[in-house]
Structure formats: structure tokens, C-alpha cells
């Protein structure tokens, strides 16, 4: 099946600096990729559309300035959260829609701590 | 927003078969109906996915009412591995759809 790649799994750093979050499909071309974000025992809360080559889609209440992405290549999509604070401490997971026939998939998730 | 409606939760016995329902009385013509499940702090899974005919591969079934406002994932011999949250999505295979999750449905799978 589709791999998706996400890394790192866990993250751990200190308020005010910054992280990066790279998801990659590993046997397919993904034209899009999501972003999501899921606090405890809620669902998944989408953040952003991004396509290959253009700027991405944030949804409603996610700021773009903090949370930065970048769809470089078919295959790579990196989050950047930056200026982290505690409260964005949370479990983010990326999905890579594959372009052949836009099934889904997911990558395991990056559990981020600011402390 | 979500466009389907799943109870909030649902035990089953290991070895017995698991039969979780979704609401989705306003699909329209085109939109699919997905399932992917979530176990506890991993990324979602896809498991299955159809249109109007009843589905099957091998890890479930997909059986959906002939006026597509409702399905059931049947897993036939759940295992405790298979306790997770599972989610039931409509959209359109057109590529340019978001992939909404709602609340989902937590099953448990008792010994």
C-alpha cells in the first residue's frame, strides 16, 4: 500500500523557537497534502490544503504567519510551526492525496511538546 | 462540516462480527462514502471506501442502503486490535475536496 512518511514522530522543544514537520510519500506523487492538528480525545481538525507548487489553503482561525508550509516537490510537504508556544502543543498529522487516483493517506503523526 | 452523523461509541465481543453505522442523508450523487479508523496516537488508516455497490476487501465489508443515506462497516471477526476510532466521510473523488474528519465513533472491542 501508500506510505506516508511523517517525521519527526516526537518533538520536544522550547517556547519561542521553531519546528519542522516533514511528511513524504514514499511510493507515489502527491499533488496535495493536508495538514491536521488533534488535541486529546477530540478528531482531527484540518489546517490547511497545500498543492505542489503554489501557496497553501489555511483554514478559518489558523494563522499562515505561524504556521508556515511549504509544497515543494511532488512528494515532500514540510509544517513549520514557528515562535511555538505551549498551547500549540499537540498531535499533527499530514495526509498526501495521491494524484493517480486521489486516495488518501496518512502519516503517523508528530506528538509536539513545547515547553 | 461533516456531513455524517455516527454514534459516539460501540463495544463489541472479540470473534463476534462489528456492524458500525453512518448517517449520511444529505450525500449527494457523486460523493463517496469513506471509512479510515484511528488507534490511539497514530495517523488515521483508510479501510474502505464505495459509491452505491457493497464493498469488500480484507479488512472489511461496506454495505450501503439502496438510497445511500446510510452504511454500515461490518468487521467480521473483530479483534482487540481493532479497537480505534473510526470515522465515516463523504466526499467527492475529484481531487479537490478537503478531508473533513467529524467526531468519529469509538469502538471497543471487549475480551
Known amino acids: 500500500g501508500a506510505v506516508v512518511s511523517q517525521h519527526p514522530s516526537r518533538v520536544i522543544c522550547k517556547s519561542g523557537t521553531s519546528v519542522k514537520i516533514e511528511c513524504r510519500s514514499l511510493d507515489f506523487q502527491a499533488t496535495t497534502m493536508f495538514w491536521y492538528r488533534q488535541f486529546p480525545k477530540q478528531s482531527l481538525m484540518l489546517m490547511a490544503t497545500?498543492?505542489?507548487?503554489?501557496?497553501?489553503?489555511?483554514e478559518q482561525g489558523v494563522e499562515k504567519d505561524k504556521f508556515l508550509i511549504n509544497h515543494a516537490s511532488l512528494t515532500l510537504s514540510t509544517l513549520t510551526v514557528t515562535s511555538a508556544h505551549p498551547e500549540d502543543s499537540s498531535f499533527y498529522i499530514c495526509s498526501a492525496r495521491r494524484s493517480v487516483d486521489f486516495e488518501a493517506f496518512f502519516g503517523q503523526g508528530t506528538r509536539l511538546t513545547v515547553v | 462540516d461533516a456531513k455524517t452523523t455516527q454514534p459516539p461509541s460501540m463495544d463489541c465481543a472479540e470473534g463476534r462480527a462489528a456492524n458500525l453505522p453512518c448517517n449520511h442523508s444529505?450525500?449527494?450523487?457523486?460523493?463517496?462514502v469513506y471509512w479510515y479508523r484511528q488507534i490511539h496516537s497514530q495517523g488515521p488508516q483508510y479501510i474502505i471506501h464505495g459509491l452505491k455497490n457493497n464493498e469488500t476487501n480484507e479488512m472489511a465489508s461496506l454495505i450501503i442502503t439502496e438510497d445511500r443515506k446510510s452504511s454500515t462497516l461490518i468487521l467480521p471477526h473483530a479483534t482487540l486490535r481493532d479497537t480505534a476510532v473510526y470515522y465515516c466521510i463523504v466526499l467527492h473523488q475529484g481531487g479537490s475536496e478537503k478531508l473533513v474528519f467529524g467526531k468519529g465513533m469509538k469502538l471497543t472491542v471487549n475480551p
Open positions: 444529505t450525500i449527494s450523487g457523486n460523493e463517496y
Open positions: 497545500s498543492n505542489e507548487g503554489s501557496k497553501a489553503t489555511y
